[in-house]
């Protein structure tokens, strides 16, 4: 945990106005705010994703909330006094972050919906470089507003690139189910 603790020393060093209001904002993208932006995203551009979307993102929430409870780990801020609280307190635990994991989730279904639009493989690339940089991002921000540890960003990832791959899994089976039966029943016409 010391080696945590001086990392997030290390990227409050260069603490000023514009990475405090710029880590805040990326970190609200992660939060309840950028979960609705994509939401409405979705019910335009793709409703049917919707549904899988909200379930795997409650999923991941539950497991979330599940091991703060368990762990309990306080925050950074309140384990050590030099370490800074930029931007409004959390007054949940600290293990896993919550933000990270909502960030992860968005990018996998923001990323499944784009790859099935993209053609080639270029574009698929810039997809995933993108989604990756927003989630490098957001758990950059959220060691340096000091809320988190580097393994509670960590285990927030890992979370949802567990729960999506078997969410979407599932999608795939009931969409090819579907697809079995207007078969079958195109058949029998």
């Known amino acids: 945990m010391e080696f945590e603790i001086k990392l997030i020393k290390f990227l409050q060093a260069g603490r000023n106005q514009f990475f405090d209001v710029s880590f805040q904002a990326i970190s609200l993208l992660a939060s309840v705010v950028g979960v609705v932006f994509f939401v409405l995203f979705l019910l335009r551009y793709k409703p049917s994703l919707v549904f899988w979307y909200a379930f795997a993102y409650g999923m991941v929430a539950l497991l979330v909330s599940v091991l703060k409870v368990l762990v309990a780990r306080e925050r ?59 989630v490098l991002l957001v758990m950059i921000s959220r060691m340096y507003l000091g809320m988190h540890y580097l393994t509670d960003i960590l285990v927030g990832a890992a979370v949802p690139m567990i729960v999506c791959p078997c969410v979407l899994a599932t999608r795939r089976y009931f969409q090819k189910k579907k697809g079995d039966n207007d078969e079958n029943q195109d058949g029998d016409r």
């Open 76 to 134: 950074p801020f309140a384990v050590d006094g030099e370490i800074a609280i930029i931007g409004d307190a959390e007054s949940d635990f600290s293990f896993p972050s919550g933000h990270t994991a909502c960030a992860v989730t968005i990018a996998i279904f923001l990323g499944t919906f784009l790859f099935e639009q993209a053609k080639d493989k270029k574009t698929k690339f810039w997809i995933t470089f993108s989604l990756t940089i927003y």
